[in-house]
């Protein structure tokens, strides 16, 4: 029997990586136009949307039995 959070863990895994790339195009906004009310919010976007990625990588660690040993077969 197969993992029985493995279709959680592979939505949270694309989640995860979606949030990582929003976060990458807003320090690359903020990059462009230093010193800016942009660049500002664009920051602090980024802190927000890396606070949700790594809240859903601690879920995905949660779920996952290879990183806690488990064998749910």
Known sequence: MSDPYEAIV?????????????????????????????????????????QARRAIAKAIGALSPAMHGEDFS
Request: net charge negative.
């Open 10 to 50: 592979e939505r949270l895994t694309s989640i995860e990586e979606e949030l990582r790339d929003l976060a990458y195009e807003r320090l690359t906004a903020a990059a462009a136009a230093p010193d800016t009310d942009e660049a500002d919010a664009a920051e602090k976007e980024e802190k927000r949307l890396l």
